[in-house]
């Protein structure tokens, strides 16, 4: 049976993009592509929202928020690697589990 165009997309992408560290691609996907953006667009908008105390939001959002970000972002990353081997796996034949 022929696989779709989208898994030889995808195996092609994923080949080039294994070569990277497990933590680097964590770090570059999860916490550069998804995580920081979503904390800037809510802070932007929290700001044209207005804010009352402004050195206690920076202080909450720099030094509780960021630490939360990164790791959620690591492990996204993360998770999103460990899927990504196992479809890789699978449609290599290197795993006998189906998708």
Same mark, same amino acid.
């Given at each position: 049976?022929?696989?779709p165009k989208?898994? $030889? #997309? $995808? @195996?092609? +992408? /994923? *080949?080039?993009?294994? +070569? *990277?560290?497990? /933590?680097? $691609? %964590?770090f570059r996907i999860g916490i550069i592509q998804y995580t920081?953006?979503?904390?800037? @667009? =809510?802070? =932007? &908008?929290?700001? @044209?929202k207005?804010?009352?105390n402004i050195d206690q939001y920076l202080w909450i959002r720099i030094y509780m928020g960021l630490p939360v970000c990164i790791l959620i972002g690591l492990l #996204?990353?993360? $998770?999103?690697? %460990?899927?990504? *081997?196992?479809? &890789? +796996? #699978?449609l290599k034949g290197q795993d006998n589990k189906k998708l």
């Open positions: 049976m022929t696989q989208n898994d $030889f #997309a $995808f @195996l092609r +992408k /994923w *080949e080039k993009e294994r +070569k *990277e560290n497990k /933590w680097r $691609f %964590s920081l953006p979503i904390m800037i @667009l =809510v802070t =932007v &908008y929290d700001f @044209l207005g804010i009352d #996204a990353g993360w $998770f999103m690697w %460990s899927n990504n *081997e196992k479809r &890789y +796996k #699978a």
